[in-house]
């Protein structure tokens, strides 16, 4: 039968079950805690309702060993995650990673949450709007590196984390494989993303031999020191390198850097500056190349 009001938080609300970590038997795990680390889904009291926005409302199979997710468009379809995926990155597997990644994406598109109607931007009651964003992938960059795409809980966590954006202590370069701890409390200077110290969210994956994307043609072997433009570390890797370069989150293209290869006409022209001028140019060549062909 579906949850009732009082469950989510009667359940998961104390130091004695933040230590039974869901598992197979289906142990316990206090959510409560975890939304007052520096990032989190959810800012101010939890309630049972942002618990539901995606948890599935069913009591029948609550402690099977799995974690049920509800779509975040449509109630009816569900996402199954392995418990211990659900709360030890160690244990993801590329199932989980997929589910997961399906999962969060339907709600960080264009219309948010869609099932919540007038809140489908907005679905949590401590506010903050759902962002757009896609993975972080090469698959639609037209650059040298062989192709990779990386899953959303392979770096993100589910509700709150020590590190800023919810990234979690451990990044999963593969599923079963690990590389961390991950530091990222700043933007720029210590405990930005490339500080030199090797614990960046980027550096720790790009120095790592494993990384489906490696050998990399630029920031191999992780820190961003290059001839062409200098010494970069401790500035804002995301100037650059956006998680979402193009505005449209079915492009695989997340992180790559600005311009042309990375993210097409369209992604020049969502970008400003010298981008739309540059797409434009291209594309009247382009046309103006067609028509000489057919004389």
């Known amino acids: 039968m579906p949850q009732t009001a009082t469950n989510c938080i009667n359940c998961h609300n104390t130091a004695q079950n933040d230590t039974k970590v869901a598992g197979p038997s289906g142990g316990r795990r206090s959510v409560t805690n975890e939304f007052i680390y520096a990032s989190h889904h959810v800012s101010g009291t939890l309630t049972n309702a942002d618990c539901l926005v995606c948890h599935y409302a069913e009591t029948n199979n609550h402690k099977d060993g799995l974690v049920q997710l509800t779509d975040p468009d449509n109630a009816a379809i569900t996402y199954t995650e392995s418990s211990a995926g659900a709360y030890r990155p160690e244990g993801l597997t590329s199932g989980d990673v997929a589910a997961l990644t399906a999962f969060c994406q339907n709600c960080h598109d264009d219309n948010g949450a869609a099932r919540l109607g007038t809140s489908a931007r907005n679905p949590f009651s401590g506010g903050g709007n759902v962002k757009a964003v896609g993975t972080h992938s090469n698959q639609d960059f037209s650059g040298l590196e062989q192709k990779f795409y990386v899953g959303c809980a392979q770096c993100h966590t589910s509700h709150g984390s020590s590190n800023l954006a919810i990234i979690h202590s451990q990044v999963v370069i593969t599923p079963g494989l690990m590389s961390g701890p991950v530091v990222f409390t700043a933007h720029t200077g210590a405990g930005s993303r490339d500080n030199g110290s090797g614990d960046g969210i980027c550096v720790i994956c790009h120095a790592h031999d494993d990384n489906p994307g490696h050998p990399m043609a630029k920031h191999n072997g992780g820190y961003h020191i290059r001839d062409d433009i200098g010494n970069k570390l401790g500035t804002d890797c995301s100037t650059c390198h956006n998680h979402e370069p193009d505005n449209n989150t079915a ?19 969502a970008q400003g500056g010298v981008w739309p001028v540059l797409g434009l140019v291209g594309m009247l060549c382009a046309v103006i190349i067609q028509r000489r062909k057919h004389r």
């Not at 997340?254 to 006409?265: E, F, Q, R, S, T």
């Open 251 to 269: 492009t695989f293209n997340g992180h790559m850097p600005a311009g042309p290869n990375a993210v097409g006409l369209y992604g020049m022209l």
